[in-house]
Each structure stands twice: as C-alpha cells, then as structure tokens.
C-alpha cells in the first residue's frame, strides 16, 4: 500500500513560481511512475506532467518549458517546480503513483494552487 500527501500549494502572483512536493510511504517508490494532475474549478481533471522510476519525463503541451517534475527516491518524494505561473494555472493539484504489476493506482488529497492576475 502507498500513501502520497502533497503539500506546497498557495496562493501566487502571475508570473511567480512555487514548488509542489508528493511524499509518499512504503518501500515501492522508486518502482511507480508518478504523476502530477490538476483540476480546475468545473473542469475535468488532467494529466500535467509525469516521471518514470527510471526519470524519464512528460508534460502536458500548456506547461512545457515553465514545470519541470523530478524525484527523489532516496526520500521517496516527487516534486513539481512551477514557473512562470499563469491564472490558468490555478487549481487543484493532486500526485498520483502507477504501477501496472503489481496494480497500483493511487491518489494524494490534493494541494490548492491559485494564481492571481
């Protein structure tokens, strides 16, 4: 079992930047693909980036060149660096963990990020 909690969220100023960190539990870390997804308010929720046990990396078109995700494996946790910010930008941010063998499909709480014109 994996249990993620992000933190980092707040409230920023367009064009400013913020660090989102996943921390997760267990001893599978380094095996899961994880993954940043956000939800804005009305809006279904969508892949933002994500990062292979290996590091390979991926990101939604809207966000490259200003989000770069990276872990640590050492300290089991995930971090989500966010430039550039935009309002666009605002909503609910959640990590997920994936394995395929064995199945695992799991889920942070969410941390709000709002990003003000």
């Known amino acids: 079992q994996v249990h993620l909690v992000e933190s980092g969220g707040d409230l920023v100023q367009a064009g400013g930047s913020l660090r989102l960190s996943c921390a997760a539990s267990?001893?599978?870390?380094?095996?899961?693909?994880m993954g940043w997804y956000r939800q804005a308010p009305g809006k279904q929720r969508e892949l933002v980036a994500t990062?292979?046990?290996?590091?390979?990396?991926n990101y939604e078109d809207s966000v490259k060149g200003r989000f770069t995700i990276s872990r640590d494996n050492a300290k089991n946790t995930v971090y989500l660096q966010m430039n550039g910010l935009k309002p666009e930008d605002t909503g609910v941010y959640y990590c997920?963990?994936?394995?395929?063998?064995?199945?695992?499909?799991?889920w942070g709480q969410g941390t709000q990020v709002t990003v003000s014109s």
């Open positions: 990062i292979t046990g290996g590091g390979s990396t």
């Open positions: 997920n963990g994936w394995r395929s063998l064995p199945s695992i499909n799991t």
């Open positions: 267990g001893s599978i870390f380094s095996i899961l693909t």
